[in-house]
């Protein structure tokens, strides 16, 4: 016999999910549990006969089930006392709570808000047909136990499992009746009980209440209690401890990301979620429980996010007497909302953009910031959690918060870091955490280059500065790939830093004072390029870039994608730390490809073609948003010059296909902006393919990869504007040349020799893959011609000519052409030939 079974004390998901997994199993029993939730009784006082189902005097030997199926529970036992000694042999478990994911049972377990879900997407993939109550019974499972989509653990496969139901049809008014929260008086009497006794633990900034409450008789919905409790509580989780019959039943709620009542329930041997959790203690002490709760809240709540992790540094700042003018046009650039305003080192004041719009709106633009700053600053310390940081804000209604240590001014938090943590799940963890690459340098280093990354670490101590490894050798470390770059960015003056290191390192200094960038060539031939931390901002869309010094942030800011904003610090006392502030380890770990803000592309339309690189050398995938983002840039494209795209083109063949390359564009509706009046087919592509397999000119490398996106549908002409070079232009006036012929041309290898003996072997080449996709056999005479052309041999020169007698002119080249077009149709073998042919009266 096969049973499928659940908890005690069965809710809607529970239910729900024992008629599902019964359209799974068909020849399986569903056990119904003698405790059921009040609602689902309810439910079943008139749903009962729907499904077929036994109860727990029906269950026979342990030995005689074949196989139990447990759903939304990963427990034997909290199905019946019956399994308490003797497990089935086999036991397959459906769940969605985190203890049962690591387990080895087979079934499917996962992170969702219920387990119906999970059963939906298997009754889905089979098409199974439900009836109308069964859809409405699953509705009140997925409602239920998501708190109507609103509880935190609630993914977007619930959402999804709903739709498919929705569309399906659904009795919305049974999931209303059904899932009603009102309480019953005594209900409410705990409720009371809660909020008037509950007390107020705070660990490490955030607030958790624990309350005890008693009744003589068991009072249910205590999830439900507690929730409300906790809606009308001013903490951040609730812990109801409930003694009823000598049982302990402890109810946990959550709302807040940093408390995970699992944790702390677990102390009392309970389990669930992060944000909902439950123990059940028979013959326990009510205040002995509680206090031993308490004792273990610190491992619920995990550290804080504090300020100086969430801060930008070092900041921007200006002076009093800057002109309001220059702080607009700087805020302008590096899209800012305003500065601190620092006189002699002490934070003086704070500057809007509002401040300064109002201001030249009055024609004050030329006025110093001290007349229209803000003195009143409010501020917050390096330690200050990121829940206070909020409320700063919050308060204040404030768009920058200077943060300092020391009353020193350290670093600033800005609306969008606020954002970034109420809405990037992954933000907090990227703020907090710090990975050590020490390991994977030593590893994928030779030991010379890996010293001399300690060095530059030790010279940037000597200096007084912050020095990093960054750029791809970074991101290559974490794929393990070799890279022997060495790409260091200082916060500070970065040729005063190369001259220090060029002297104590024994190598050549080269520098570049408008960029304050400097390489150093040492003696074994190592390159070190330095360069000070620096921000970009654009004029105008595909423009080339304005640097400004700046940080290491604004620096990583500045890049193309994620995972390339990465560095490595090398000081002594942080050497080898990763720095990611843009989640760029996670994306390259998932092959995706993601732009660090939403005008990227529009500042550097040329970034396209280098996540099309990345996509299909490395089968990376465009994150949804920077695909559309992509899309849409089309206007900045156009800006674009020839030489820029060219080059990129150039860059990006050496690594990928040129007809993928083109593809993916069309693809992306791109390939018109980057290359105008180019057209796509089935015919394009073959020419394209066909060349990646011959050996040409390397200075024609790119330029003939393009032809062929021109080459058919008379838009040859269009070409030009990527014909930059003599060369280039001399093949594409060829191929011209080539297409023009006629099919007399074609007659025989001679006559197509006097057409063509002029055309270089580029040129042929290119028309050989031309008319192979239209006619072969044309394409198989050039080839012959090609190669034969390559063994003709010497077989008249001039000075035959003279000795006929025959006065030079152009006679001479009509009589050498001819010779090689009679060489090419056998007529002639050889030089010998040739002089006995010349010598004929009729030739």
Same mark, same amino acid.
């Given at each position: ?22 359209k799974l199993?068909p020849?399986?029993n569903?056990?119904?549990?003698a ?15 729907q ?17 139990l199926i447990?759903?939304d529970?990963?427990d034997p036992?909290?199905v019946s ?7 089935p ?19 499917e377990?996962a ?8 059963l ?8 199974i047909v439900?009836?109308d109550?069964e859809?409405?019974l ?6 239920t136990d998501?708190g ?9 496969r ?21 899932s ?7 209900q409410?009497a705990?409720?009371?009980?809660l909020?008037?006794?509950?007390k107020?633990?705070?660990?490490d900034?955030v607030s ?5 409450i008693?009744a003589?008789a068991?009072?249910d919905?205590l999830n ?7 809606d009308?509580a001013?903490?951040d989780?609730c ?10 039943f402890?109810?946990?709620r959550s709302r807040?990301?940093r ?28 205040a002995?429980i ?7 809240l610190s491992t619920a709540?995990?550290p804080?996010?504090v ?12 002076s ?13 650039r ?8 620092q ?6 004041g704070?500057?809007?953009?509002r401040?300064?719009?109002k201001?030249?709106h ?6 110093p910031v001290?007349?229209h700053?803000?003195?009143r ?5 390096? =330690? ?8 700063q ?8 918060l200077?943060?300092?240590?020391n009353n020193?001014?350290i ?8 954002l ?5 799940e992954h933000?907090?963890?990227?703020q907090?955490?710090t990975?050590?690459?020490?390991? =994977?340098?030593?590893?994928?280093l ?6 001399l990354?300690?060095t ?6 000597q200096?007084g ?18 890279n022997e770059?060495m ?8 040729i005063?830093f ?12 080269h520098?570049h ?15 070190i ?5 620096r921000?970009e901002?654009?004029d105008?869309?595909?423009?080339l870039? =304005? ?5 290491l942030?604004e ?14 610090h ?5 050497f ?6 843009f989640?760029?380890?996670?994306d ?25 690189r ?8 465009f994150?949804a948003?920077t695909?559309r ?6 206007a900045?494209i156009?800006?674009?010059s ?5 080059a990129?083109?150039q ?12 593809k ?15 057209g ?7 020419m394209?393919?066909?060349l990646?397999?011959?050996s040409?000119?390397?200075n ?15 838009a ?22 080539l297409?023009?012929l006629?099919?007399t041309?074609f ?5 197509l020799?006097e057409?063509?003996h002029?055309?270089e072997?580029?040129s042929?080449v290119?028309?050989?893959?031309y ?6 056999n ?14 003709m041999?010497?077989l008249l020169s001039?000075?035959?000519l003279?000795k006929l007698?025959m006065?030079?002119?152009p ?13 090419m149709?056998d ?17």
């Open positions: 016999m096969k049973i499928i079974a659940s908890h005690k004390n069965t809710d809607f998901d529970a239910l729900a999910s024992l008629v599902a997994a019964k199993y020849d399986a569903i056990l119904l549990p405790k059921v939730s009040p609602n689902v009784k309810k439910y079943l006082a008139i749903y009962r006969d499904f077929p189902y036994i109860n727990e005097q029906q269950l026979p030997s342990s030995d005689k089930i074949e196989a447990l759903v529970t990963y036992v909290r006392n019956h399994f308490q000694d003797n497990n042999a086999s036991v397959i478990v459906y769940d969605h709570h985190p203890e049962s994911f690591h387990l080895p049972h087979p079934g377990t992170p969702v808000g219920a387990t119906i879900t999970i939906l997407e298997l009754i889905q993939a089979e098409e439900l009836t109550w859809r409405t699953f509705a009140l499972g997925l409602y998501t109507s989509f609103t509880y935190e653990h609630t993914t977007s619930d959402v999804r499992a709903l739709l498919f139901l929705f569309n399906q049809g659904i009795a919305l008014d049974v999931v209303n009746r059904f009603d929260t009102s309480f019953s008086e005594e409410k705990l409720l009371m009980q909020l008037q006794q509950g107020a633990h705070d660990v900034g958790i209440m624990i309350g005890t008693s003589d068991f009072i919905r439900l209690i507690v929730d409300k409790w906790l009308l001013e903490a989780a812990i109801a401890v409930s003694e009823m019959k000598n049982t302990i402890v109810t946990a807040h990301s408390v995970d009542v699992s944790k702390a329930l677990a102390a009392v041997g309970g389990g669930g979620h992060p944000q909902a959790a439950a123990a059940t203690i028979k013959d326990g002490k009510q002995e509680a206090a031993n709760i308490q004792t273990h709540v995990s804080a996010l300020a100086k992790q969430m801060m930008s540094h070092p900041v921007k700042t200006v009093p007497d800057t002109p309001i003018e220059e702080v607009g046009e700087e805020i302008r590096y899209g800012h909302s305003g500065f601190p305003v006189e002699n080192g002490q934070l003086v704070m500057i809007s953009r401040d300064v719009d201001a030249v009055h024609g004050l633009g030329h006025a001290k007349g700053m803000n003195e600053v409010i501020t917050c310390e390096a =330690n200050a959690t990121s829940e206070d940081v909020q409320q804000m919050i308060t204040h209604d404030i768009g920058r200077p943060i300092l240590a020193e001014l670093g600033i938090i800005s609306r969008s870091d606020l970034q943590l109420l809405h990037d933000y907090e963890k990227k907090k955490q990975r050590n690459m020490m390991d =994977n340098m030593a590893r994928a030779p030991a010379n280059h890996f010293d990354l300690q530059i670490g030790h010279i940037a101590d200096k500065v912050q020095a990093y490894l960054i750029g791809g050798i970074v991101r290559d470390l974490l794929l393990e790939r070799e770059d790409d260091i960015v200082v916060e500070g003056d970065g005063a190369a001259e220090t290191a060029a002297d104590q390192l024994e190598g050549e200094l520098t004072n408008d960029f304050k960038t400097a390489k150093i060539i040492l003696n074994d031939g190592q390159h390029d330095i360069a000070s931390a921000a901002y654009y105008a869309p595909a423009a870039p =304005n640097v400004r010094f700046s940080n942030r620096d990583l800011y500045r890049r193309d994608f994620t995972f390339n904003a990465l560095a490595i090398l000081n002594e006392d942080g080898g730390t990763l720095i990611d502030p989640g760029g380890e996670k390259l770990q998932d092959g995706i490809i993601r732009v660090l803000h939403n005008l990227s592309f529009i500042e550097d339309p040329t970034r396209i073609l280098r996540a099309i990345f996509e299909l050398k490395f089968s990376y995938t994150a948003d695909q983002f992509a899309e849409l840039a089309t900045a156009s800006h674009l020839a030489e820029r795209i060219k990129e083109f860059r990006l063949f050496v690594e990928v296909s040129a007809a993928k390359t083109f993916r564009l069309e693809d992306m509706n791109l390939l018109g902006a980057f290359i105008p009046f180019a796509w087919s089935r015919e394009v592509g073959q394209i393919s066909t990646e397999y011959e040409l000119p390397e024609l490398f790119t330029f003939s990869r393009l032809l062929p996106l021109f080459a058919f549908d008379g040859l002409q269009h070409l030009t504007r990527f014909a930059l070079t003599k060369t280039e232009k001399q093949l594409l006036n060829a191929f011209g040349r297409q023009a006629d099919e041309a007659t025989s290898l001679g006559t020799h057409n063509v002029e055309a072997e580029t042929l290119l028309f050989e893959m008319t192979e996709v239209l006619n072969k044309k394409s198989m005479m050039i080839k012959r011609y090609r190669d034969k052309r390559r063994r041999p010497a001039g000075e035959d003279r007698p006065a030079p002119g006679r001479y080249k009509h009589y050498l052409l001819k010779a090689e077009s009679l060489w149709n007529t002639l073998k050889n030089r010998e030939d040739a002089l006995q042919w010349l010598k004929a009266p009729d030739k």
